[in-house]
């Protein structure tokens, strides 16, 4: 069974810096998109960002410009550089890959951000 290890997430204060890493228990052949999601005390989830197998990305509105994601095609692995972390990024945040056979979830990181 593949599993995604998401790592990089703590507590840090507003203005400061984060970088997830998200590596599977496997490498993938073929990947159609890989992307991060967060999840908040009480909310839905929500997609936060997300990379293409072409290398083009997309980004919830209320972190454009302070966050970043990247990939690693050799290791199927899958970033997010967060800066300029404000409270409400608080969350914890889950790496998916989708492959042309299934969709894959990481167990989630804690992100804490206090003011």
């Known amino acids: 069974q593949v599993q995604l290890v998401e790592s990089g997430g703590g507590l840090v204060q507003a203005g400061g810096s984060l970088r997830l890493s998200c590596q599977p228990s496997?490498?993938?052949?073929?990947?159609?998109?890989m992307s991060w999601h967060r999840q908040a005390p009480g909310k839905q989830r929500e997609l936060v960002a997300r990379?293409?197998?072409?290398?083009?990305?997309n980004y919830t509105d209320s972190v454009k410009g302070r966050f970043t994601i990247s990939r690693d095609n050799a290791k199927s692995a899958v970033y997010l550089q967060m800066n300029s972390l404000k409270p409400e990024d608080t969350g914890v945040y889950y790496c998916?890959?989708?492959?042309?056979?299934?969709?894959?979830w990481g167990r989630g990181t804690q992100v804490t951000v206090s003011s």
């Open positions: 496997r490498i993938f052949l073929t990947i159609n998109h």
């Open positions: 990379i293409t197998s072409g290398g083009s990305t």
């Open positions: 998916n890959i989708v492959t042309i056979v299934s969709t894959y």
